[in-house]
């Protein structure tokens, strides 16, 4: 089934509208709430939910909802580990609509103080080749189930959703690195990847709008085709701007401009401090890993530690390399310095790939310490 067999123009409109996710310039956690709430509006769902899977995709590392209230998903517990029905999207990634969840063999049942729920439709968001997560919605509003049009138009969403993700992804890459094997990889895939993707969407919208009758539609097409043309030509701007980056700059340089950049994210200046021959002693390799930890760890202070201070130390003592990154926010307590979840795994992995470890500490004065250690070369 494809949008043709959809009749209701003003949601053909909402979906197109969506396409714009391409180009925004929105942070990821904003960019895939905002998918949510399309989702819920457009098929008058009562409660949305977007999970994030784990590296190995067998299970959902982070669970975003909407239409609950904030003391509602307190008083529920520890988010969805993707069991159950949930679980079925996980092992099967294809679309799933289900008119009760009840009386569904697969249903694992709700914990405490869930609201009930009973309509259900599930479907893969997608980036690139892999399933990065499930788009899911429950209970439509006024209907015993959700329609055809409705997976249809969900579908939709989904695969702009997926665009948007690797394309947010890969500006963060292009800011963070500037490593010449990095560079060389980013751009062969926004060239072979990205804008061919692009490319054939446009292609595809063009023969929609060719064959669309409804007053309006038409044009609004035609502007979602230049709109992605404008992209491309941004894309391709930074293929060229990839290759003028200066190769030789140290990495008490770049942890420096980093430092800068994220000022903006956490609100004040993070002071900075060096240790060590880290210019000679760090390899390229270790170096991206490390840009990478530094944004992470920094950008998860801004959003979740309520800080109003914030340093980093990077030391180099023989072979060891050594990040430790400090706030004064509300501490191991709280959501901390990493805000767990997807950020912390991805932190530990990068420590675990290059034979080193990942410690949270608390300050005896408040706030937390994150220690990241590995092999310098």
């Known amino acids: 089934m494809s949008l043709h067999s959809v009749e209701d123009a003003s949601k053909l409109r909402r979906i197109i509208e969506a396409m714009l996710l391409i180009g925004a310039d929105l942070d990821l956690p904003d960019l895939l709430r905002h998918v949510i709430e399309e989702a819920r509006s457009i098929t008058g769902a009562h409660y949305g939910a977007i999970g994030v899977l784990n590296s190995e995709r067998t299970a959902l590392a982070e669970f975003i909802t909407v239409g609950l209230a904030p003391d509602d998903e307190v008083r529920i517990g520890d988010r969805p580990k993707g069991l159950g029905v949930l679980g079925l999207v996980i092992s099967d990634p294809e679309a799933l609509r289900i008119a009760d969840l009840n009386s569904h063999p ?45 997976l249809v138009l969900t579908e939709a969403l989904a695969l702009a959703a997926g665009i948007a993700v690797e394309n947010a992804r890969l500006h963060q890459s292009v800011k963070v690195t500037s490593i010449q094997d990095d560079r060389q990889r980013l751009a062969g895939d926004l060239h072979d990847r990205v804008i061919q993707r692009l490319f054939g969407a446009g292609l595809s919208l ?3 709008a060719g064959a669309v ?4 539609l038409s044009d609004r097409l035609n502007s979602v ?48 401090a060096f240790d060590g021959p880290v210019d000679t002693g ?7 890993h490390l840009l990478a930890t530094v944004r992470e ?53 990068r420590a675990e790939k290059l034979q080193g470890r990942l410690e ?3 300050n005896s004065a408040g706030g937390t310490t994150l220690d990241w250690q590995v092999l310098a070369k």
């Open 106 to 150: 697969n249903r694992s049942g709700f914990p405490l103080n869930h609201p009930p729920m009973t309509s259900f439709l599930g479907v893969p968001i997608r980036v690139r080749e892999e399933v990065y997560g499930n788009l899911y919605l429950t209970d439509k509003v006024g209907w015993s189930e959700f329609t055809n049009d409705d």
């Open 282 to 288: 760090i390899s390229d390799d270790v170096a991206g």
């Open 360 to 362: 949270l500490t608390g």
């Open 206 to 208: 063009q023969g929609i």
């Open 225 to 272: 085709i230049t709109e992605i043309d404008h992209t491309i030509r941004e894309i391709r701007s930074t293929i060229f701007e990839l290759s003028l980056i200066d190769t030789e700059q140290g990495i008490r340089a770049q942890v420096i401009a980093l430092l800068r950049e994220l000022s903006q994210v956490v609100g004040f200046e993070v002071r900075s």
């Open 297 to 349: 760890a920094v950008t998860n202070i801004g959003r979740h530690a309520n800080a109003t201070k914030a340093d980093v130390l990077l030391s180099v003592h023989g072979d060891l390399c050594r990040l430790q990154v400090s706030d004064n926010g509300r501490g191991m307590g709280g959501t901390g310095t990493t805000g767990g979840g997807l950020g912390l795994n991805n932190m530990r992995r």
């Open 213 to 216: 009758k409804t007053d309006g």
